[in-house]
């Protein structure tokens, strides 16, 4: 196992090493420059534009050969210098550093929310199945699917902060992390990144529970006398964890640079995702290189710890 | 008993400004809400975008500003700048009790320092470097700054331009000297140095002081107790702390004002009449300089016909410019019919022809226009049918930028009259970084030119276009920028418009003979009607400013340059 893991976490590097290498010669072979913000002005006041393009890419060290700029940001980065980041004038690894925490927050707390209530209403409505709770849980966990975040998040806000003045509008990101005062001004995030994934695993638990409950050993179980309870908590949860493990610990990797992304934005959370996806709009290469790096590393890990976990969930499973 | 007498006064005096001050306690957290994007720096002489020149302004302010009605005042600026009766030598006098951060004294050396050193220097590339020059002898040089004595400093011309001052020298703002001077030539560290992007230095320059920046959420700012206003304004601002709130949607911002969860922000037109009925905000609507227009491709890319001014007088003639006031814009506009807003002291109607509005909004005379110009045919019920000079449908690519939401209803609209006019009109929505990179920028073709804005005559855009919905903004005091889009040689001139006479009107602008208020008023009238007459874009609207404000904010002075004395506003 433990031979097993040292050799996943060399792909993981090689990987991340080929995503970034794939990114950041993507990001120079593209259209787009930092230059290009300057240069209406620099036409209105009658400027030349190639020499401004030339002065502002020098600025940033974009004149220089691929190769070379390419191996000066290798070199850095082992340093520890992730660049400087142009739209926003900090280096990078202070700006990740500074927001990672918005994103892990919501992304956490909307996961485990959505991980642990989608579970266990889908089994429960696989139990119950064909029964009104059944039906309840099916049409709301459709719902949940239907329905988009970004508009569930306004009307969230219209309802809960505009109308009924519980929830302040938007994410006050002077509370401290650990307090109840930011436990409740993420609530209406929470919710709303959270809605459309428990109505997913909700589906998909409830799917693979009546797969189970329909196998061999479930009717041997229960011929033996084994209490009902039993039945479904150790021996169907168990099997049936394994396809949604799969896909929870692969949505994760989604919702960080999709789901969270609208929510951060309709609550003005200033996570990765809007710091991502500004810095691809202001050609601000060093963020978007360094954002797609954290990216990929962590589907590569999740994929690592997703596989450890199937070895404790399916005893049959061994990894040499 | 002089003296004694001075005392009491004095004793007096401070006991009535006391009583005022403490009458107004400087209290509170006005925050005002955007979705328009943050800040790139507060490092602004590195700075593009307009955020960073309004978040760095906060703790900054200039030699001098203006009021709603274009009336001057001085801020860093000890008196009003002194122009030499030719024009060409500018005398500015500062404020002999302005600070940096360290307690020492800014001093006209640091002035000329910024100009010489930084903004004009080939190392740091300064965006708005041109202007601060001028052509002498078909050369670009820059104007002369020199130091005079502590707080007094000159810029030397070596040719007249009457509006200078309102375009550059009235907003120029200093860089400390001897912080500056450890990073110059190196633009790397210049860019980076903490004093710059934390504002550290500003001392007692600007009403705030720097506090907080979170990018993408919040930029905050807190009181200056030794701003250098507070001792003619009775101890501003009052404000504790001002911050700049940033939403990712209009929707979450405005749900934020009406849930008064902040103090101030934008308002969209089909929100007016909801905010104005709520109890706790007022509502103003203010003129702006900004205009949205229809440009004509008259390069060789474009439509052959859009190069007739009948023609382009034709196209304005059947686009209803009150229709995009009433539906689109809710009431919340003028239509435009030069770049010159109403508020600008230049505005004239005289000799303007008004396309699009009263009876020059006419499809039938329209379509004749184009009929007579080539494009169509009349029938034997006497009525004209438009098509291609060779008698196919006539059809023409309209773009405007996706995610303006006034943009794209405008363009809808055109389209739909020109549909009507029994023109095909294919609409393309485009990034607006798209419609920079591939619909305006051009060159000639079969060349290595970098694409540019206006590569002369020859040159064409990379996409073809005929119509295309923008807007831009004019300064109402100093319009003279404007040469930019009409002239021959302006930078901005994409469309490919080209006019001896304009030219020569904008060059007689910036002589000395504009230097005479009645003479600049008529060169601009005439270049108003030329414009009215030529077409080369069909100036649509001028959108009014829709802002809603927390009533519990007193001070306010409604105008086209309202926050002009936002350091005097307070809660109530």
């Known amino acids: ?320 | 008993m002089k003296t004694k007498l001075l005392a009491i006064l004095l004793s007096v005096a401070f006991v009535v400004s006391g009583c005022q001050a403490a009458a107004r306690q400087a209290e509170g957290t006005y925050t005002t809400g955007t979705s328009a994007g943050d800040a790139e720096t507060l490092n602004w002489l590195i700075a593009a975008d307009s955020a960073s020149f309004s978040y760095a302004g906060q703790t900054l302010d200039s030699l001098a500003s203006y009021d709603n009605d274009f009336k001057v005042h001085v801020r860093h600026a000890a008196k009003p700048i002194e122009v030499s009766p030719d024009g060409l030598v500018y005398t500015i006098t500062i404020r002999d009790y302005l600070k940096w951060s360290d307690g020492t004294s800014v001093t006209a050396e640091d002035y000329v320092y910024t100009l010489k050193n930084l903004m004009f220097s080939d190392w740091l590339n300064y965006t708005y470097q041109s202007d601060w020059q001028e052509e002498v002898d078909g050369k670009s040089v820059f104007v002369e700054p020199k130091v005079v004595n502590a707080t007094t400093f000159t810029i030397t011309r070596k040719t007249v331009e009457p509006e200078f001052m309102d375009n550059a020298l009235m907003g120029l703002t200093p860089y400390p000297k001897n912080i500056a001077q450890k990073y110059e030539g190196n633009v790397k560290a210049f860019t980076e140095a903490e004093e710059f992007n934390k504002l550290t230095y500003t001392g007692n320059l600007g009403p705030f002081k720097f506090e907080e920046w979170v990018r993408n959420d919040k930029f905050v700012v807190s009181r200056n107790p030794d701003f250098y206003l507070s001792r003619e304004d009775k101890g501003t601002p009052f404000f504790q702390k001002y911050v700049i709130k940033l939403f990712g949607t209009p929707a979450a911002r405005m749900a934020a004002l009406e849930a008064g969860d902040i103090t101030s922000s934008a308002v969209d037109p089909p929100q007016v009449a909801k905010f104005m009925k709520l109890p706790e905000l007022n509502v103003y609507t203010t003129p702006t300089s900004g205009y949205e227009f229809l440009a004509f491709n008259m390069r060789s890319n474009g439509w052959e016909g859009l190069r007739q001014k009948e023609v382009r007088q034709a196209i304005s003639m059947a686009i209803s410019k009150e229709t995009i006031v009433k539906d689109i814009l809710l009431g919340f506009g003028e239509p435009a019919f030069s770049f010159l807003p109403k508020v600008s002291p230049w505005y004239t109607e005289e000799g303007v022809t008004k396309y699009g509005v009263g009876p020059l909004y006419n499809k039938e005379k329209s379509r004749e226009m184009l009929v007579k110009a080539g494009y169509g045919t009349k029938k034997a019920d006497g009525s004209f049918q438009v098509t291609g000079k060779d008698g196919k449908p006539l059809k023409l690519v309209l773009t405007t930028n996706v995610g303006n939401e006034t943009r794209e209803k405008m363009a809808a609209l055109i389209k739909q009259e020109l549909t009507d006019m029994g023109i095909e009109v294919d609409l393309k929505l485009v990034p607006f970084a798209t419609l920079l990179g591939n619909y305006l920028r051009n060159k000639e073709p079969g060349t290595d030119q970098e694409p540019g804005f206006n590569n002369g005559p020859r040159a064409v855009s990379q996409e073809s276009w005929d119509l295309l919905v923008l807007g831009f903004s004019t300064n109402p005091i100093a319009p003279s920028g404007q040469e930019v889009f009409f002239t021959t040689k302006g930078g901005l001139n994409a469309f490919g418009y080209f006019n001896e006479k304009m030219d020569q009107l904008f060059r007689r602008v910036k002589s000395k003979e504009a230097l005479d208020p009645k003479a600049r008023k008529a060169m601009y009238q005439e270049i108003s009607a030329i414009i009215a007459d030529e077409q080369p874009v069909d100036f649509l609207t001028f959108p009014r400013g829709i802002g809603g404000i927390s009533k519990r904010v007193t001070g306010i002075v409604p105008g086209i340059n309202m926050g002009w004395n936002f350091h005097t506003w307070y809660f109530q």
């Open chain 1, 1 to 320: 196992m433990r031979n097993y893991i040292i050799k996943r976490l060399a792909y993981t590097l090689v990987i991340a090493w080929g995503v970034l290498t794939v990114t950041f010669v993507l990001l120079r072979l593209g259209p787009g420059s930092p230059a290009d913000k300057y240069l209406a002005n620099i036409a209105a006041r009658g400027g030349n534009v190639a020499e401004v393009i030339a002065n502002i890419e020098a600025r940033y060290g974009l004149n220089k050969p691929l190769y070379e700029q390419y191996w000066d940001y290798l070199v850095n980065l082992v340093r520890g210098d992730w660049g400087w980041s142009t739209s926003t004038s900090m280096p990078v690894m202070e700006l990740l550093a500074r927001h990672w925490i918005y994103s892990a927050q919501l992304i956490l707390l909307s996961f485990l929310l959505a991980s642990f209530f989608g579970i266990a209403i889908g089994i429960y409505s696989a139990v119950k199945q064909h029964t009104r709770t059944d039906y309840l849980a099916t049409f709301l966990s459709f719902v949940g699917i239907s329905i988009p975040n970004f508009w569930l998040g306004i009307m969230l806000i219209l309802v809960f902060g505009v109308k009924l003045g519980w929830f302040k509008t938007y994410y006050d990101t002077g509370l401290p992390i650990f307090s109840l005062a930011n436990l409740e001004a993420l609530v209406l995030p929470v919710f709303t990144l959270s809605t459309g994934m428990m109505a997913g695993y909700t589906r998909y638990a409830r799917s693979s529970t009546l797969d189970n409950l329909r196998l061999d050993f479930v009717t041997a179980a229960r011929a033996k006398g084994v209490p009902e309870r039993t039945v479904i908590l150790k021996h169907v949860f168990r099997n049936a964890m394994l396809p949604i493990i799969t896909i929870i610990l692969f949505d994760l990797g989604a919702i960080v640079f999709g789901g969270a992304y609208l929510t951060e934005i309709v609550f003005g959370i200033p996570g990765l995702g809007r710091i991502s996806f500004n810095a691809i709009f202001a050609d601000d290469y060093p963020v978007v290189v360094a954002v797609t790096l954290i990216g990929a590393f962590l589907v590569l890990v999740t994929n690592l710890v997703t596989d450890i976990i199937y070895t404790y969930l399916d005893p049959r499973i061994r990894y040499v």
